[in-house]
């Protein structure tokens, strides 16, 4: 309204002075006409202009149709419609934007918006999470302010094409990131981080599980392979050493054929994505079956006890469950010294299902515990090859619990031995009735 009076105020002013040196010239009357000439001449010169701003704002209106009124109120109709197309492209800017940053927040991958300095213009939750930062204290600092890793620095200034930049380690955690430049304007890049320190962990267990089969075929090859070569030299053995010759190469040929069908079924086991079968599989008898086992691997070196009433059955597939409670009971026998105690036993513990198995061996180090599944991981690996293992039992033990919806438990003390829990949720319990449970000729059985 100001800028309104000032415009209107200077031209009769300018008219004024006009005319009156017109008067004072030539006389009033010019005077007059050279005032009433100037007033036509800027009535002219704003109807020009406002016809000239009716045609533009009708050439860029919202929509095509005639604007009822005299010129002033097409131009104001015309105004408002360009203003509230104005607004209505705001807001869908500004749901745009709404949509951007939601789908930005739903990423998995991380992504920072900076600036040519590395300043921080915006990110997601997820590069928040990557890099330790927030958006609300963070905005504005720059990048390698917060992450000081001079390669890391070095890549933002010259990114090279197609090649994504790993960064470890980061902010002192064991965070592995992928990181890629994307550049969107002349002063605006967005960094795309991707977590991959899972893929690593992966890769570092296919090449540890590589490095191990190798290494475990490896002995038994070589043994086998130098009696071969002993054999084919035609060197005269007598009945004795032969007999040790070919008893140490079919333990050696049993060891990795044993290694081999523990290894195709790890395989098998980690394949599977469907749930186990609901078929029921009473307890008892495989307990039965178990205690016997133990008894022929124990060969009397031991007091085995078997502890089991329950008319349960198991929802699940029984090959595998045998595979995995026959793994527990074997390790028992195998680190438990001459003398010692093991008992197998079935219990409902708060409607899960628990198969136990103690023994009152060696014990196990409580920072191996974690590891204990791990494939081929072994506390004492010396001991493990003087006692046949594979390293592959408790990593299928894992997997079965798995498959059954289940929880390998594992407690131990050093010297004192240790207890394998295999617990079966209660949705995998088939409880069991007295008149129908199995034929049992002793369902507490022991050996001494």
Request: a neutral charge; proline letters at 5%; charged letters at 20%.
């Amino acid at each position: 309204m100001k800028q309104f009076f000032k415009y209107v105020l200077g031209a009769l002013l300018a008219a004024l002075i006009f005319s009156t040196l017109i008067s004072l010239a030539f006389g009033w009357v010019w005077g007059i006409a050279s005032l009433a000439f100037f007033m036509a001449a800027a009535a002219a010169r704003d109807s020009w202009q406002l016809l000239t701003l009716n045609r533009w704002l009708a050439r860029h209106q919202a929509s095509a149709g005639y604007q009822p009124g005299g010129i002033w109120s097409q131009v104001f109709g015309r105004l408002h419609g360009l203003e509230r197309h104005a607004e209505q492209t705001q807001q869908k800017l500004r749901d745009a934007l709404e949509r951007f940053q939601r789908a930005g927040a739903a990423l998995p991958n991380g992504v920072i918006v900076i600036d040519q300095s590395d300043r921080i213009l915006w990110c997601n939750p997820s590069a928040e999470r990557h890099f330790g930062i927030a958006l609300k204290q963070d905005r504005g600092q720059s990048l390698t302010y917060l992450i000081r890793h001079a390669d890391f620095a070095e890549y933002l200034q010259s990114p090279p094409s197609g090649h994504p930049f790993i960064l470890r380690r980061v902010r002192g955690t064991d965070l592995s990131l992928s990181l890629e430049i994307v550049p969107l304007s002349e002063d605006e890049r967005m960094l795309v981080t991707h977590d991959i320190t899972q893929m690593e962990r992966d890769e570092q267990v296919r090449r540890d599980f590589v490095a191990n089969v190798s290494h475990e075929l490896r002995t038994p090859l070589t043994v086998v392979g130098g009696y071969i070569e002993t054999l084919l030299d035609g060197e005269t053995l007598d009945a004795a050493m032969q007999r040790r010759v070919l008893s140490t190469m079919r333990s050696q040929t049993q060891r990795m054929q044993n290694l081999v069908e523990e290894l195709l079924s790890l395989s098998r086991l980690e394949s599977q994505h469907a749930p186990a079968p609901d078929s029921p599989i009473p307890v008892s008898p495989i307990l039965q079956q178990l205690f016997q086992m133990a008894r022929h691997l124990s060969e009397g070196r031991h007091d085995i006890q078997c502890l089991c009433d329950s008319t349960d059955s198991i929802l699940g597939s029984e090959s595998e469950l045998m595979s995995a409670f026959s793994n527990l009971v074997t390790n028992a026998v195998r680190y438990t010294p001459p003398g010692g105690k093991i008992t197998l036993q079935w219990r409902r513990e708060r409607g899960d299902g628990v198969f136990t198995v103690q023994d009152s061996g060696i014990g196990i180090p409580p920072e191996h515990l974690p590891r204990l599944t791990e494939r081929f991981y072994r506390v004492d690996r010396a001991r493990s090859r003087e006692t046949g293992g594979t390293g592959l039992g408790l990593a299928i033990v894992k997997q079965v619990a798995m498959h059954h919806d289940s929880k390998l438990e594992i407690t131990s003390e050093p010297g004192k031995g240790s207890t394998f829990a295999f617990r079966v949720p209660q949705s995998r319990i088939v409880p069991g009735h007295e008149d129908h449970a199995p034929e049992i000729d002793q369902p507490h059985f022991s050996e001494s």
